[in-house]
Every structure is written in structure tokens, then in C-alpha cells.
């Protein structure tokens, strides 16, 4: 997901949001939501599908308060009543929240909501989050937070807003990004940086793992739930090798950089030998780039995005995947055609792009498919926000490399190693970053179901 807010009082948060939630639009394609705040009042809009097609119209509301979210489902399918900023009464007013992650403690604290008296009307972590903050008797918002982060457990980038002020929180191992930046008279909090370029703000820096920012008309405070360094942080690799836009800088990363480094560890890694240098759009995009600089291979568009297709794992259902990949991409016959592929992607997950891909590019004639890949196999389910699917559905949790080269009907194939991978995350401390869909080490406890037998 995508999480935006804005706190001006000279610009019009609706219109300021609603650029900023299309520059996150990459982060989730399900379905769109602002809401506004005049100070008094605060209204929810929001709906299913792309931010240009739920806000076809802009909604009127006047406010210099801002909140918006773009939605890739987790947790809670992919139905309309999950549709964020929730936007719920509180004990002190109203108040609106959007959030991007995911609790691994969900079960547990819905129960206990419910066995209070609560009742749901979604099946989202962020419904539990959004009453728990509603029903504090503290004092301060901050300290509503503070007591909210004793309680849920697992990755959560917050934006919420009341109508006084609008906040940003992180969670302590800081899983999912969150930037803070200026306008000329207001704050904003954004996903990723494109977003504050999007408005022309300037970047500022990361909320930090463990932080709560409060912007209002007296500016902009932090508060730190714990200690920055008081633990290890447990920053998300897959951010860097597929979900951020490339131009996004992200924890001191730029994410441009990573893939490019990206690319020219799996040169080193395999030193192949071939004619051309090729990506599969736009995902692999720039480690293929990295790759042809160090090789001194040649880089060739081998195959066309149709631009007019969203991404193409974020739609739900096999079915519609395999659709999705014939739809989105066609080979350029003439860059392909009796050549020696280096092919580079960003990551296999069940293995269903690949096959395809490699099948259309033999039909148009490649002479050999050498498919290296930017991340390690993904062996491990997430459980903080992407979805990597269940363990079973990971076709890395249950063959081997040799066998899903085999599967997948290329003549080579190569994994970055996870060292390869830290070490083009040059900017950040590898004990700092999570890499569990690869490696199992989750930073902190994770429920047991989705982890368990292979069998079924
Ligand atoms: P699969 O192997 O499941 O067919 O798909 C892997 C491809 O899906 C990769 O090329 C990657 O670019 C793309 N993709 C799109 N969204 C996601 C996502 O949320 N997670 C992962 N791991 N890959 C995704
Ligand atoms: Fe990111 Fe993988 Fe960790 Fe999930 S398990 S937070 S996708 S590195
Ligand atoms: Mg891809």
C-alpha cells in the first residue's frame, strides 16, 4: 500500500493528496481513498480501482488537512468495504487512518475487540488498529499511539489525522517506508519520495522505526516510542529489489543505485557469456542495465510493455496473471531472434511470469535464455505487508534452482546470493534490514499458520 498526508493551509489538501496518492499509485492498484479535513469537519471519499478512476471527479471538500492511501490487499481480500482511510468517531472527534503493512498479531487483538463488545465491519488489520487508537482514554495523541504500539505487533506505516493536526508512525523495526517533507507553508508524509516531487515539496527525511511525528498548526513534533538504536530494525530488501519506484531514496538508500548494484553483482556472480543484455519490464529494468555496464554486454529492449497494464502479480488469481503477462508484455522479434539472452528480473515468486515469458521470447525465436534474477529464492512467506503468497504457492519452498529452470524452460539460471543482495543495499547495515521470504530469519515472531506443511 501507499500512504500519503499533508498539514498546509495554503493549498488544497484534496488536490495536493490526490497527486500524491498517483505518484504511490505503483504501491497498490485496488482501490483509492482521501479524506479531508477543514479544521471542523472531515469527510471520506474513496473507491475500487486506480486513483485517476476513483477520483474522475475530485471531490469538493475544502481543508488543509489531508490524508489519501492506494490499496494492495494483505490482509482482508480484495472487496470494496476494505477500502482506506477508515475514518471512525473517536472519543476527542473524528478521526481517519490509512496504513500500510501488516499486524501478526491481528487475530488475537480482533478477538479480544470483539469479546469487549466491539463489532467489524472489515475483514483489514487496519480496522483493529483504527479502534484501538478511537477508544484511548489518554491524554494526547501521542500518547494514543504510544499505548498503540504496546499493543499490535508486526509492520505498520501510519498516516492518520484528526481535525487538528495529521500524524506519521512507524513501527520499531521499521519494515515499510515513510518520509517526511516541506512545502512552503505546510508538512507533508508520504510512502516513498516520488510523491513529495509529485508536489514539488522537499524532502525532509525518513520517520524513523519507532517514531511518532505530529504536524499542526505549531509545526512538527517527534516522538519516539523507543529508542532508535536501542534495537535492530528489520527495514524490508524486497522494497529495494522490486516494490519502491526506482527513483525513490529510501532509509539513505537510493533505490536506483541498489538495483544497478543489484545488476552488476549477478555479472560477478555469473560472468555469462551472451549476445545481448535484456530486462523484463519494468521490473527488471535497471539491474539489467547494472548488469550489461559491468559485463560490457549490450542492453536491447527485448520485449514491449504495453503501458496501459497496472502490475500484473497484484492482481488476485492465477488465472488472471497468466492473462495479465501475455496482455502486458510482446517480444520485439528483431532484438530477440537467433540471440543469446542474458535475461533479468527482479524475483520469482510462483514461477508464473517466467515460464511465459521464456516461452514468448523462444517463440520469437531466442537462441538460448540465460534468466538471472536480482533477489535469492523466495522460500518464506511474508508476513509484513507483501504478498508473497503462502508458503505452498512458492515455487523456490518446494524445487530446487536446477528444477525450476528446468519448469520454467530456460537454459540457465541464476539467483543473486543474499550476500550479493546486502551488499548492493550498500547504505544500510545488513543486520538492520529484514530478509525473511528468503532466509526464514523473521525479526520478530510470526503466527504459526502459512509457515506449516507443505503438504496440502
Ligand atoms: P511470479 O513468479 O509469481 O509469476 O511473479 C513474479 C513477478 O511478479 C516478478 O517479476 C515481479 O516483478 C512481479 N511482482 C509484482 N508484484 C509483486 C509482489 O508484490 N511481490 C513479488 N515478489 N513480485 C511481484
Ligand atoms: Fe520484505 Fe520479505 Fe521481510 Fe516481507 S519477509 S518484510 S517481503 S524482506
Ligand atoms: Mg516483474
Known sequence: CGVFGIFDRDLSAVHETYYGIFALQHRGQESAGITVSDGKTMETFRGMGLVTEVFHNLPEKEGHIGIGHVRYSTTGSSIPVNVQPLQADSIDGPMALAHNGNLVNTKNLRRRLLLEGSTFSTTMDTEVIIKLLARSRRATEEEKFKELMDEIHGAYAIVACTNDAIYGCRDPFGYRPLVLGKTEHGWVLASETPALDAIDAEFVRDVLPGEIV?????????????PVDSHRHGICS???????????????????QARLNMGRKLWEETHYEGDVVMSVPDSGN???LGYSAASGIPFVEGLLKNKYMGRTFIQPGQKKRERAVRMKLNPIRMNVEGKRI?????????GTTSGIIINLLKNAGAKEIKLCISSPPVRYPCFFGIDTAERKQLIAAKYSTEEICKMIGADSLHYLS????????????????????????????????GLGSMED
Open 214 to 226: 505530529t504536524i499542526d498548526d505549531k509545526g512538527v513534533r517527534s516522538t519516539m516510542y523507543c
Open 238 to 256: 524486497f522494497e529495494y529489489i522490486y516494490f519502491a519506484r526506482p527513483d525513490s531514496i529510501m532509509n539513505g538508500q537510493d533505490i536506483y
Open 286 to 288: 535497471v539491474a539489467a
Open 342 to 350: 542474458i535475461l533479468v528480473d527482479d524475483s520469482i515468486v510462483r
Open 418 to 449: 543474499q550476500k550479493g543482495l546486502a551488499e548492493s543495499i550498500s547504505e544500510i547495515k545488513a543486520s538492520d534490514m529484514c530478509f525473511a521470504c528468503f532466509d526464514g530469519v523473521y525479526p520478530e515472531k510470526v503466527p504459526h499458520d
